[in-house]
C-alpha cells in the first residue's frame, strides 16, 4: 500500500526529471561549441530537493544538501534513489553512473578525503572506481566520480583557469594545495616557463602527474615539478631560501587537519597569513589568484596595502550563468 510520502517522493522525481531534461537541451550545444564534457547540470533549482549535480561524460558526481527535516534512513535512501533514478532516465544513462554523496559542514578533516563508508543513495566505496577522461578549454583531466567527495575538477573555477592560462605565457608558477593540478596544466598549456606544484597528499600529485601526462606535458619534466609539502612549511623555506615566482595561484580547502604534520588549517582565520606569505614570493610586477572555496567569506582588503586587488568576476559559464560562484581576487605588486 502507498502513503502520501511514496506520492510526493514521486512527484518530486518527476519535478527533477522535467528540470534535467531542459537543463540537458539548453546547455547541450553550448558544451559541445566550447569542447566541454563537464558541466553543472542542476543546483539546487528545487527546494525541495536540495542536490548539486555535475556531469562528467556518461557519469554524475552530486551532492545532497542536508535537508531542512528529519528522515528515517530507510526513507532518505529511498527518496535519494528515486531521485537518481529519475536524473538517469532525463540523462539515458544507468543510474549505476550517478554517485551523490552527501555534503555537511566539515570541521577540523580534510576536504579531499577518501570515502569509506557507503554512498548516498545506497552505492558503495568498495567496488571499482568510476573514473573517466573529460575535457575543459582544450585540455583533458581525470576525474573519479566513485572514491572521493569530489571528482577532482571543480566546474565553478573553469573561469579562473582560462585566466591563469591568459597570463601564463613565460611566466614561472606557483600552484600551491595543488589537488589534481588542474590550474597548473592551464599554466603549462598557456605558456609557463615552468609550473610547480605543492601538496601534501601522495595520491593528488600522482593524480596530479596523471593529468600533465594526459595533457602531453610529461610529468617527469625539469620544467614541471611536483612538490610534496605542507603549504606553511613550503611557505616559510621558500622565504629563508628567497626564492620567487611571477604568479602564484592559493586554491586551499576552506578546512584541512593534517595528520602527519599536526596542523588545522582554518580558511577564514588563516588566509591572510597566506595571502601575505605568498605576496612576499613574488617577483615585482608577480599575480597572485587567491581562491576561496566558500560563499560565505569576508576578504579584508586592508590588509595587504601594498597589493592592487581585483575581485574576479568573469562567470564560470552558461552551466553557472545567474548563480553566485565562490570568492576569487587577482592581487598585484
Keep these: 500500500m502507498s502513503s502520501p510520502e511514496d506520492g510526493k517522493t514521486a512527484f518530486q522525481g518527476e519535478m527533477l526529471y522535467n528540470r534535467i531534461l531542459k537543463r540537458r537541451r539548453h546547455l547541450k550545444k553550448w558544451a559541445k561549441r566550447n569542447n566541454l564534457d563537464a558541466f553543472r547540470l542542476y543546483d539546487r533549482d528545487i527546494p525541495e530537493i536540495p542536490l548539486v549535480l555535475d556531469l562528467y561524460g556518461d557519469g554524475v558526481s552530486g551532492a545532497l544538501f542536508e535537508r531542512p527535516y528529519e528522515k528515517a534512513p530507510g526513507e532518505e535512501d529511498a527518496w535519494l534513489a528515486a531521485m537518481r533514478n529519475a536524473a538517469a532516465l532525463a540523462l539515458g544513462i544507468p543510474p549505476e553512473h550517478i554517485f551523490i554523496k552527501q555534503r555537511r559542514r566539515q570541521r577540523g578533516k580534510s576536504q579531499y578525503e577518501k570515502l569509506t563508508g557507503p554512498l548516498a543513495g545506497g552505492l558503495s566505496s568498495g567496488g571499482p572506481s568510476f573514473i573517466r577522461i573529460v575535457r575543459e578549454g582544450g585540455f583533458k583531466f581525470r576525474v573519479n566520480l ?33 589537488y589534481t593540478a588542474s590550474f597548473s596544466v592551464y599554466a603549462a598549456g598557456g605558456g609557463a616557463s615552468g609550473v610547480d606544484s605543492v601538496d601534501l597528499s601522495n595520491t593528488y600529485l600522482a593524480w596530479a602527474r596523471d593529468n600533465f601526462e594526459l595533457n602531453g606535458f610529461g610529468g617527469a ?37 593534517s595528520k602527519m604534520t599536526g596542523t588545522i588549517l582554518d580558511l577564514r582565520k588563516d588566509y591572510i597569513y597566506l595571502v601575505k606569505r605568498c605576496l612576499a614570493l613574488l617577483n615585482p610586477g608577480g599575480i597572485l589568484c587567491f581562491c576561496a572555496n566558500t560563499r560565505r567569506f569576508s576578504f579584508d582588503r586592508a590588509s595587504f596595502p601594498q ?27
Design 221 to 257: 619534466s625539469r620544467a614541471f615539478r611536483f612538490i610534496r609539502s605542507d603549504v606553511p612549511s613550503f611557505l616559510e623555506e621558500a622565504a629563508k631560501e628567497k626564492r620567487r615566482w611571477d604568479l602564484i595561484i592559493l586554491d586551499p580547502p576552506v578546512f584541512s587537519n
Design 146 to 178: 566513485s572514491d572521493y567527495l569530489d571528482a577532482g575538477l571543480f566546474l565553478d573555477r573553469r573561469a579562473e583557469r582560462g585566466y591563469i592560462a591568459s597570463v601564463s605565457a613565460g611566466k614561472k608558477v606557483l600552484n600551491l594545495f595543488c
Design 307 to 333: 597589493a592592487g586587488i581585483t575581485e574576479f568576476s568573469s562567470p564560470a559559464g552558461e552551466d553557472f550563468r545567474g548563480r553566485k560562484t565562490p570568492f576569487c581576487c587577482i592581487l598585484t605588486v
